[in-house]
């Protein structure tokens, strides 16, 4: 059985996504993934096989969250704030 550890280390970037629903997600994303800091936004689509991302600090319309966690599935774009 392969065991997975799990790190509490962030490597955060600052970006905005539009849902298929149309809304518009605002928060932060972890570039830190598999021991290694990924270079770009984009790494998380072709490198990471996880079909979910997590964005923390997330700001969905006008409500606030602390962690939201997307399907890939449901991006229409993501764009990097910083």
Do not use: C, H
């Amino acid at each position: 059985m392969d065991v997975k550890m799990i790190t509490r280390r962030r490597e955060p970037r600052q970006v905005t996504m539009k849902l298929i629903d149309g809304s518009l997600l605002r928060g932060q994303v972890n570039l830190f993934y598999e021991e290694i800091v990924l270079n770009r936004v984009s790494d998380l689509f072709t490198r990471n096989k996880d079909p979910f991302i997590v964005v923390f600090g997330a700001k969905l319309e006008e409500t606030s969250s602390q962690v939201v966690i997307v399907n890939k599935e449901n991006i229409i774009w993501i764009a990097p704030e910083d």
